[in-house]
């Protein structure tokens, strides 16, 4: 981190989990820990395995973005039950989302001109 922003080189610390949705507290404790560490962008990706985990995600978000957020945050929920989370962030607190140009990088991203529309719609 030091060696980058040394260089002018903004830094986007990130935490993914493919197995499943942390604790709300946990999905807080860790975008913290990065903001703490220097990152410029705090980021996590987590993996829903059912409707409750995206919500808990929007949820923490939410209470990150309002209580402790010093930088901009990034949260995102994976999959196809995280698409929601992928479109609507920004109204949590998500300062940013992922789409696709061609193949997608991780579950769930959708293709950027599809996204900037919807995101547009809403």
């Known amino acids: 981190l030091e060696s980058a922003h040394a260089a002018g080189v903004k830094v986007i610390g990130s935490s993914h989990q493919f197995d499943g949705t942390p604790s709300r507290e946990?999905?807080?404790?860790?975008?913290?820990?990065?903001?703490?560490?220097?990152?410029?962008?705090?980021?996590?990706?987590?993996?829903?395995?059912?409707?409750t985990d995206v919500i808990r995600l929007l949820e923490a978000t939410a209470i990150m973005h309002k209580k402790y957020a010093e930088k901009p945050i990034a949260a995102i929920s994976m999959a196809k039950l995280g698409v929601v989370s992928r479109i609507t962030g920004e109204i949590f607190g998500s300062a940013l989302t992922f789409g696709t140009v061609k193949k997608e990088s991780a579950p769930g991203q959708i293709d950027s001109a599809m996204l900037c529309r919807m995101m547009q719609d809403i």
């Open 26 to 51: 946990e999905i807080i404790g860790r975008l913290r820990k990065m903001q703490a560490m220097g990152a410029d962008i705090s980021k996590i990706a987590v993996m829903p395995q059912n409707e």
